[in-house]
């Protein structure tokens, strides 16, 4: 693995001297990944997401570094409890976990944690919890970043280099391309169900009206693939690794240097005067 000034950037790496050392190096910024463990159609890992954000964290970490926390899984993915292979928590516990875990990253000496999100089913439950950090005044502060949205001008170079069809997400065209970049031994394409992935747009009313249920996804895809996977390809996703990595990089390098957010934060605590 590559070090950068001496140091992993994995915290299970660091031995507990260099893991003082290293924290000060980062400015004291945590990385965690999140992901979970689901079905990612038949010819995918249950990890996919867990596998996809720790190599992205890690990547961008040697290029802007960080330290990174080891997976957090703990998260939501409640609309797969019906197929093998699901860690699905109940609510409170996913709150409950990942504010215990930012307070013992806070404890060990780190001010800014960037929760790196690759589960689509993460992102309220991301976002929302960064919004309860203003339950209670707290001398750190919690970013939620996304890794699948890409720039226009990412996407556009995309388009032009790939001819490829509306990628629907979970299982699709991106992910199996990534998950062939990191390690192709994991992908068993010989598993791919014809025509599986296709939307079967039984909520279709509900969700035009803008209504949103807990069943909306499994009302789609009860087979938790989107897309077709067979137009999947390794350099397609090293592209979109090599992309999303310089995102997170820059976004890492904001969150590190930038001393407004903690400053705002504290102001607001101050106003509403909790304690």
């Not at 050392?21 to 400015?27: Q, R």
Request: with cysteine; hydrophobic share 35%; aromatic share 10%.
């Amino acid at each position: 693995m590559k070090l950068q000034n001496n140091f992993h950037v994995e915290w299970s790496k660091l031995n507990a001297l260099d893991f003082v050392k290293a924290k000060d190096y980062a400015k004291k910024t945590c990385i965690i990944p999140c992901g979970c463990y689901e079905k990612h159609g038949n010819h995918l890992p249950l990890g996919t997401d867990m596998i996809i954000a720790h190599t992205l964290a890690v990547l961008a970490a040697k290029e802007e570094y960080a330290v990174v926390y080891p997976n957090h899984y703990y998260t939501q993915v409640s609309e797969v409890g019906h197929y093998p292979g699901t860690i699905a928590f109940p609510a409170k516990h996913q709150i409950e976990i990942l504010q215990e875990i930012c307070d013992e990253v806070y404890r060990n000496g780190f001010e800014k944690i960037i929760l790196l999100n690759s589960h689509g089913g993460n992102g309220h439950l991301l976002n929302y919890f960064c919004q309860t950090q203003l339950d209670k005044p707290r001398d750190y502060i919690v970013y939620a970043y996304h890794v699948w949205p890409l720039s226009k001008e990412q996407l556009d170079h995309l388009d032009k280099k790939y001819d490829l069809i509306l990628d629907l997400g979970h299982a699709g065209v991106k992910e199996t391309s990534v998950i062939m970049a990191i390690d192709s031994s994991l992908v068993k394409m010989e598993y791919v169900v014809p025509d599986e992935g296709e939307a079967l747009r039984r909520n279709l009313e509900t969700t035009k009206s803008g209504l949103f249920t807990a069943i909306n996804w499994y009302a789609n895809f009860p087979n938790h693939i989107a897309g077709d996977p067979n137009l999947a390809f390794k350099e397609y996703g090293q592209d979109i690794i090599d992309m999303q990595t310089i995102r997170i990089a820059k976004a890492i390098k904001i969150a590190k240097e930038n001393k407004v957010m903690p400053d705002l934060q504290k102001e607001f605590y101050a106003r509403t005067k909790r304690s």
